[in-house]
């Protein structure tokens, strides 16, 4: 069964010190990208995150976001640059010396300076941290692939309609043509009839023939013949599991050409009114066929 390239999956996981949530959407894209927005001491295993992603989603645009409340695995160190801290004391006691002032040092104000202090974040994933991430976004990844699955079923009934709908334009074509072809032919060999002025004398035998060859290279039988294998293809592709889209959206395009040229071969009205019936089918297909995995 096919899968639609439009979904939303969350899960959150709790624990005593933090709750990591995971939200993933996805939307139709030619290709498969992923893109994580996360905290950075997770950045350790974004490839993980990805590659339990792309496990269940195998094309479209995929946004992944990740947040951690509590204590997230990231201890905080204090540095003092205590060489830049001695000249600022040995400056404020020549200072005192220099003006003959006894200003006592207040260490609290140069302790603000950033560039005395500064405080780093060391990283500090565990192993049991990162598995509960990989089961939060595990979890999500799980939720949004039965969106898409359930997405999917909506997108299969509206294909096999769209199917049964052109399938019955095709009839009304070829119930339509041999009449047509007869009727061009017809009117071709009067043409010829009524351009000849008597000046030689025509081989009645071969003008028929000639119209025979002429009027059977404006057949469309080849083009319904193939048309209607591609609807076969089509629905085949359907019962297909895995990623399926680009099969279809290259079937669309067959089709879409196949109508093009019975339109113009088809020298008849009935004819271009069922083509400008069925390339609006054609056209509703291809539109949906955007959207599948």
Same mark, same amino acid.
């Given at each position: 069964? =096919? ?25 139709n ?22 590659r ?6 195998k ?7 990740? %947040? ?15 060489? #830049? ?13 220099r ?30 941290f990162?598995?509960?991430? #990989? ?19 909506? #997108? ?49 035998d ?18 319904? =013949? ?16 895995? %990623? ?6 290259? #079937? ?11 339109? %113009?071969?088809?020298?008849?009205? %009935? ?23």
């Amino acid at each position: 069964m =096919i899968n639609s390239m439009t979904g939303f999956g969350r899960a959150c996981i709790e624990h005593e010190q933090y709750t990591i949530t995971a939200e993933i959407k996805s939307v139709n894209h030619r290709f498969t990208e992923v893109y994580i927005r996360m905290p950075r001491q997770l950045t350790i295993i974004e490839d993980k995150i990805k590659r339990c992603v792309t496990t269940y989603i195998k094309r479209g645009k995929v946004d992944v976001w990740i %947040s951690i409340d509590g204590e997230t695995g990231v201890e905080k160190e204090l540095s003092i640059d205590w060489s #830049l801290l001695d000249q600022y004391v040995s400056a404020h006691e020549t200072l005192n010396e220099r003006y003959q002032v006894q200003e006592p040092i207040r260490y609290h104000q140069l302790l603000a300076f950033s560039d005395i202090v500064s405080i780093h974040e060391k990283e500090n994933v565990t192993d049991e941290f990162a598995n509960k991430v #990989l089961d939060a976004v595990e979890e999500a990844a799980s939720r949004l692939s039965e969106m898409r699955a359930e997405e999917g079923k909506h #997108l299969n009934k509206d294909f096999n309609h769209r199917l049964d709908v052109i399938d019955t334009i095709i009839q009304e074509i070829e119930s339509f043509a041999p009449e047509v072809q007869e009727a061009y032919k017809d009117r071709l060999y009067k043409r010829i009839k009524s351009l000849h002025d008597g000046a030689f004398e025509l081989d009645e035998d071969r003008i028929i023939t000639e119209v025979a060859i002429f009027a059977d290279k404006c057949s469309i039988d080849e083009e319904l =013949i193939r048309l209607k294998s591609h609807l076969s293809q089509f629905r085949d592709i359907l019962n297909e599991s895995g %990623s399926v889209g680009r099969k279809l959206d290259f #079937l669309v395009q067959e089709m879409n050409r196949e109508s093009n040229t019975i339109g %113009s071969k088809g020298n008849d009205y %009935s004819i271009s009114k069922n083509v400008v019936q069925l390339k609006s089918e054609i056209e509703k297909l291809k539109e949906q066929v955007q959207n599948v995995e």
